[in-house]
């Protein structure tokens, strides 16, 4: 927990707000081993648990040499302060008043931890989607801090991106059992949260990649039937759509609403060059050796906007170079082709 | 009104139909210039509404020398049966226990009362969307009594668009005054609706018009600021969230969520070779001058479905060609950009 009042790029604060964080192997004696794994929308700290492809032999990191350290973001619902916390300033639980959380107010409060653990210069900062998002900004705010950045799947949202979002939020709000975000200790909006993630998933993915598994087979569980009515003027399901509903229920159990809404907003944010006097200003602080990481088939963040990113930070005299995975997962392509993503990115290592 | 009973694929039956229809213009004396001009999912019979730049001169319909005939699909609400009519087994209105309609039951009766009019042959059957779902099965059910067929931005519908669909009537169906589809003459799920229909415009759009039109601009109307708290934790809307918003609202007062879910399930059942022997056995049937059209930047019935099938069906020895409109409006462009329709469909007419 940090004693402190944290102010915010929105004008609010958080008071004494916890960060819960996850360190795997040990800190080396110069203090110089250390990765931090930034997580995504519905991450935790145990990046061991989320993204364990990292740690297996040839990956990327190695806990005889690195020291691993995951921090969970603000606004989620796995240990750091979020909308299930207690409000200081009221002694009630945030629920839907939760500030509106910046990325960069994320990496600040983030270098304070690095910094209270000793560490004058992470080794690596690595991160996807919305951890990428905090790679960025650390690459930005922090420029002596870190030596190697790499930033996977993102770039500032697009128009579709945040209308995407937008509606997740009002799938959520549509819900009855939402009340107004003060549903508190009783059951969330289930309908609305699964809703969400599933419109979630299907941003995720591709069309290609449904194509492969789904097509336009029946729902393989049961047998339903698509051409038939039954009761009440229901269908049998598809097999794509028994796919997402599954998803949206098995969300429910491991995540809060509020945090939903707290962390698309958050996701919204995310503009590196805001505020700056010039993209060129912002972009030539830099000083870490910057990979960004597109893939072909995203179209909630598409590599064309990665790599256009990435010759501007060029142009601002700053080293990134841009790399693209081939897979026709779409933006979940860092999670379901590890393989791939390690391959392409041992030679930034060497 | 058809007095009869209709039997449906679905195994239900329809009793003493009633089909809405409108006629522009004037059939000749050989009744043979009468052009059939299919609607999509919120379309009407009243094609010189929603579809007015087809009339215009130098256009492809000229009401001086063609007969046009729009005709209200079943499930719709605007004139024909549908979950607002009374069922004729109960006396009740049917609601959510509206018959499943296939795209095939659809196009039996519309011949029907084609028949009905003395029209022996179509000079044209005409259609987008569901619209040229209902063409291309005129093409294939009934060979001798089309002339020409054009079917714009359809395929069946692969896995990504069967989700959507089904995400969108999740939509509705999770809005608390849904009442199971028994909403009857109160309010409707207004709050389901606008978000089923904002969805479905996102399928409708692309990436790069949304990219265009709204970027990361904050709403365009109102005081909005995204990058910061309001009351209840909101925070302002971008552009594109004022946007979808809207499309919702004024979806509303236009169109009946039973017939949404209705349509939308039509929607998922066309399949031109489901039950025939192979796919050159349904599309050798074909006789009619076929141009199938497709978009290329739409994401909903992406133009490489279009062309396979075009490809099959000149394989199976029927007369198709293949054009495709360079368009940044995704699958609406036969809407958003009249006169390039137009010009690419003009050569077929000469």
Do not use: E, H, I, Q
């Given at each position: 927990m940090l004693h402190e009042v944290l102010p915010l790029e929105s004008g609010e604060e958080l008071v004494n707000p916890t960060l819960h964080y996850a360190v795997y192997g040990r800190l080396n004696a110069a203090r110089d081993n250390a990765v931090l794994v930034c997580h995504a929308l519905s991450g935790s700290a145990q990046v061991a648990e989320w993204w364990p492809q990292l740690f297996l032999p040839g990956g990327l990191l190695d806990l005889e040499r690195d020291c691993v350290i995951g921090i969970n973001i603000f606004g989620s619902c796995y240990g750091s302060t979020g909308p299930q916390s207690i409000d200081p300033a009221t002694g009630e639980v945030y629920g839907p008043t939760f500030p509106l959380i910046n990325i960069r107010d994320m990496v600040r409060v983030e270098a304070k931890l690095i910094e209270s653990l000793g560490i004058a210069r992470l080794k690596l900062a690595i991160g996807a989607s919305i951890g990428g998002m905090q790679v960025l900004e650390w690459a930005i705010l922090f420029p002596e801090r870190v030596a190697r950045a790499i930033s996977i799947?993102?770039?500032?949202?697009g128009a579709m991106g945040l209308g995407l979002n937008h509606l997740q939020r009002q799938a959520i709000m549509l819900d009855p059992a939402w009340k107004g975000g003060y549903y508190g200790d009783g059951p969330q909006p289930e309908g609305g949260l699964a809703l969400a993630r599933a419109l979630g998933i299907i941003s995720y993915k591709s069309v290609p990649l449904f194509e492969q598994r789904f097509n336009r087979k029946p729902n393989r569980h049961g047998e339903e039937n698509p051409w038939i009515s039954t009761s009440a003027g229901q269908n049998g399901r598809f097999d794509v759509a028994g796919y997402l509903d599954h998803q949206g229920e098995k969300f429910n159990p491991r995540f809060d609403a509020n945090s939903y809404i707290a962390i698309t907003r958050t996701m919204d944010t995310f503009d590196p060059v805001r505020g700056h006097e010039s993209p060129f200003v912002a972009y030539s602080r830099i000083t870490a050796h910057l990979t960004l990481v597109g893939i072909?088939?995203?179209?909630?963040?598409p590599p064309e906007d990665i790599r256009s990113m990435a010759a501007i930070i060029r142009a601002a005299g700053a080293r990134c170079d841009y790399r693209e995975m081939a897979s026709v997962h779409g933006h979940d392509a860092f999670l379901a082709e590890p393989e791939q993503l390690v391959r392409l990115l041992t030679p930034v290592f060497e």
């Open positions: 799947g993102v770039a500032p949202l072909s088939t995203d179209w909630l963040f």
